[in-house]
């Protein structure tokens, strides 16, 4: 290699390296700016300890005192960084001032922008959602990836007999959702209570509901 190519050579590399390191250098403030972000409006949200500690209450949702400045630093975040963590802090915002109609739209957009991201949870709900507002061929493609997930999910939890209790019931409960036949969750229930001998607190009312749109009222009315 002649010295005039040797040195086109190097400037070469020097510039790429230096641009790598650059937007190295830049990646990494992005997210430290979006950690603060997201420290900033979590302390927010925590500091109005009536909003965050009571439970959610259906009838009369509660704003949060500081809400347009947590929606602002959630927003900055996502619009520099829409990463998973991101997305899960403005969804327990959202859930929390039970914003439904807001929940539904983020959900879809988090799936549109990292559906790799969306647990057996996050699908179920959003089928849940899709359902609740009328796209029953949406929601059915969601509880159908849902019971996917929820497969994974048991497979995963085997060795923990209550976690693997709890997940299939959360499986069936998809299922019956889908279906509209709550008959694979009240078999899931009692084949529950039988391996533990026990009953999970709070499931007898669960036990009655015969179609879907019982089970929206009492979640979502």
């Not at 190519?5 to 070469?12: D, E, I, R």
């Amino acid at each position: 290699m002649n010295a005039k190519l040797f040195l086109m050579v190097g400037c070469m590399a020097g510039i790429v390296s230096a641009c790598m390191h650059e937007k190295s250098d830049d990646k990494s403030d992005i997210l430290q700016t979006v950690r603060g972000l997201m420290l900033e409006a979590d302390s927010l949200m925590q500091s109005d300890s009536l909003f965050w500690n009571k439970p959610i209450d259906k009838l009369h949702p509660r704003v949060c005192i500081h809400d347009s400045l947590i929606r602002q630093k959630l927003d900055s975040a996502l619009a520099l960084c829409p990463d998973k963590q991101t997305y899960l802090l403005k969804y327990r915002y959202l859930f929390q001032s039970w914003h439904l109609e807001e929940v539904l739209d983020l959900l879809r957009e988090m799936d549109v922008r990292m559906s790799d991201s969306m647990s057996s949870e996050l699908l179920h709900l959003k089928a849940m959602l899709e359902d609740y507002r009328g796209d029953t061929l949406t929601a059915r493609k969601d509880f159908l990836r849902a019971d996917s997930a929820y497969t994974i999910k048991i497979q995963q939890v085997a060795q923990d007999s209550l976690m693997y209790g709890f997940a299939r019931i959360e499986k069936a409960l998809n299922l019956s959702l889908m279906q509209n036949d709550f008959r694979p969750l009240r078999e899931e229930i009692a084949f529950y209570e039988r391996v533990h001998s026990s009953s999970i607190n709070g499931i007898e009312q669960w036990k009655q509901i015969s179609d879907k749109a019982t089970y929206y009222r009492k979640m979502f009315e």
